[in-house]
């Protein structure tokens, strides 16, 4: 149903859906790249951060709405922002990774038993908690990098059927079996990936390292994959073939971190942990150099998310390692040497590092990578900023304005500006909220790039439209600005019937029954057994019959007359009078006589289509108030 609104219409008669015009500036500002919010319970809508002052709760203003829409963080999943066809590289001379995933990119100042300070060209120079720094690695402007990422799937060629991957916070993710994603880094014949999965349930994927486009690279690629329970590293040739077991699909619990070293010219591949603990290693050449340096992830079933993904140069050293989880240096030769980092001199550029009663430096020049002994637990925070450089920082909250987020990282001294415009991703740690239903009529709010749920309110303000919405999870209500195109929707129409076999049409059709006869032709067919109740009956209008439809509905009805085209009746509940053979599951004539279990032998023989009715197949099953069955077609009924 469709209303045409006015200010002051009672809401109480619109039923099925509104809608009304749009202007065409409108239509512009909506197909222009915005930023989406998207909820915890899955509803998402176009708009803009706009300013919150204590940065307690997020404040969205959707082109939908004549005012912002107030959110607590519980209520929020994410915010995905516009990507750029370009993205910003990261500058510094090191990468820090902090507790929790937070990482960012500077100059190492200084560095004691208790802080280190470092500058970054996008935060200014920041005071950091040593006992949250995890890593600091080599990064000299990305000098040595192919690819730092992923940064959404702008770049990657989805393989097979198309939007089966999508992107959040910058990673790919898909829960499609069989769907595969490929992209072309022209590796170095040397090179060294750091890789990062996660997935729910049981793991089914394969990531392919040094593919190519064609059917002969596949087979020449470098794989982790899932074999039954277990994950391992494989790759076979035309010549050779070796592979090794990771370790358990089990232990893993979700989540699959690794560093892994390949020479293509060798047929070598080393896997280590990210704390530079040897995994394992295969050898299987090919007897000359491989040309392609592509990345393929395939998802077999279940889902897999692809979190990480750095390309870098090697120069074929394998890495030492060193005992356990202790701190330690890696150097660029890949000697470690574990220990104390103790403090760092910044006019000498060398980093003191003790080992029980030895003391020794090392240039700064000669570290790769420098693993810390952070702290074991973090406090909660609210929400993770990611910007397009690759920069990710978690904390709360602390204002919103116009231009920029200001957080508060508990490990770092200062508090954070982080420009929107930077901004690829704002992801809520918070503990998702429990829907809670609306105090009104629960609808569904549907515009361009909007689809909220919740529930008209009465206006208060004197300047709001005569429609104020409040979606679910929102701390207050918004009114509807009053030329936009939107629709509100209390109830889907049903789908459209599914073209039917001759064997189907030979079996009743039953879905969505009710109690009764209805309720044992479903245990026979394979239904639910669980349908809607009729809506209750106008006085002196007794239900006699009741229409079990294809879409779910049930109707009640005082009369009914099938002829070879359909069942014509009469009902308080729709204006019409006639529903197709086609669209119908079950005429139940006796709606209050309660039917028992039907036997499995009886079941089956009920299915079963002699061949001498294969030509003339029956399309009714009668139920007799005895228990009694008979099949045929029904010619007519008055």
């Not at 910058?170 to 022209?186: E, I, K, M, W």
């Not at 909007?450 to 929102?474: F, R």
């Amino acid at each position: 149903m469709t209303a045409v609104l006015r200010r002051g219409i009672g809401i109480a008669g619109i039923v099925w859906a509104m809608a009304w015009m749009v202007s065409a500036a409108d239509v512009a500002e909506t197909k222009a790249a915005m930023p989406v919010l998207h909820l915890s319970n899955r509803d998402f809508v176009a708009g803009q951060l706009v300013e919150s002052p204590d940065g307690r709760e997020l404040r969205w203003q959707s082109p939908v709405f004549a005012a912002p829409v107030h959110y607590a963080y519980e209520a929020i999943n994410a915010v995905h922002f516009p990507v750029p066809p370009q993205m910003p590289a990261a500058t510094g001379d090191s990468r820090f990774e902090l507790l929790g995933g937070d990482e960012f990119f500077g100059k190492l100042v200084a560095l004691d038993d208790k802080f280190a300070r470092i500058e970054t060209s996008e935060l200014g120079e920041l005071e950091l908690d040593r006992t949250w720094l995890s890593r600091m690695s080599r990064w000299r402007n990305g000098a040595d990098l192919v690819y730092f990422g992923p940064t959404g799937l702008n770049g990657w060629k989805e393989l097979g059927e198309p939007k089966r991957w999508r992107e959040e916070a910058g990673h790919l993710l898909t829960q499609s079996p069989g769907a595969a994603v490929y992209r072309d880094f022209n590796a170095p014949t040397k090179a060294r990936y750091e890789v990062e999965l996660s997935w729910n349930g049981k793991p089914d994927f394969e990531l392919s390292l040094g593919m190519g486009p064609d059917a002969v690279s596949t087979l020449r690629a470098f794989h982790i994959a899932v074999w039954d329970d277990d994950i391992v590293a494989a790759r076979e040739t035309e010549r050779e073939a070796d592979v090794a077991s990771l370790m358990k699909a089990k232990d893993a619990a979700g989540h699959l971190h690794l560093v892994i070293y390949i020479d293509r010219q060798d047929g070598r591949m080393l896997i280590y942990s990210p704390m530079n603990e040897p995994i394992a290693e295969i050898v299987a050449g090919t007897g000359k150099a491989d040309l392609y340096g592509g990345v393929q992830l395939t998802n077999k079933t279940g889902d897999i998310r692809l979190k990480r993904l750095h390309i870098a140069r090697w120069d074929g050293t394998p890495p030492k390692s060193a005992e356990g989880n202790k701190a330690r240096v890696l150097s660029t030769s890949g000697a470690v040497t574990a220990g104390l980092i103790r403090q760092y001199d910044a006019e000498r550029r060398e980093f003191v590092i003790t080992s029980g009663e030895i003391e020794r430096t090392l240039a700064a020049d000669e570290v790769q990578d420098i693993y810390f002994t952070p702290q074991e637990t973090t406090p909660d925070r609210a929400v993770k900023l990611v910007a397009l450089s690759g920069l990710s920082l978690s904390g709360d909250v602390i204002k919103v304005d116009g231009n920029a987020i200001v957080l508060k990282h508990p490990g770092i001294r200062q508090p954070l500006k982080v420009p929107v415009k930077s901004l690829q991703t704002l992801i809520s740690l918070r503990t998702p909220m429990t829907p809670v239903p609306p105090s009104g009529r629960a609808g569904r709010l549907e515009a361009t790039g909007t689809v909220l749920n919740g529930s008209l309110v009465d206006a208060k303000e004197a300047d709001a439209s005569c429609l104020v919405w409040l979606p679910m999870g929102a701390t207050q209500a918004a009114p509807l600005r009053r030329d936009v195109a939107a629709k509100i929707v209390y109830r889907d129409p049903p789908p459209p019937p599914k073209p039917q076999t001759n064997r189907q049409q030979a079996q009743v059709r039953v879905v969505q029954p009710a109690p009764g006869f209805v309720n044992q032709l479903a245990n026979l067919f394979g239904g639910s057994g669980q349908a809607a109740a009729p809506a209750p009956q106008p006085a002196g209008t007794p239900a006699a019959y009741l229409l079990h439809l294809r879409s779910g509905d049930t109707v009640p009805c005082s009369a009914a007359r099938i002829d070879e085209s359909g069942v014509t009746y009469k009902s308080h509940v729709s204006d019409a009078t006639f529903i197709p053979h086609e669209q119908l599951k079950v005429l139940e004539l006796q709606p209050k006589i309660a039917a028992g279990q039907i036997a499995k032998t009886k079941k089956e023989r009920l299915l079963t289509l002699p061949r001498m009715q294969r030509d003339s197949p029956p399309t009714q099953l009668l139920r007799s108030t005895d228990g009694d069955y008979l099949r045929g077609r029904v010619v007519s009924m008055d």
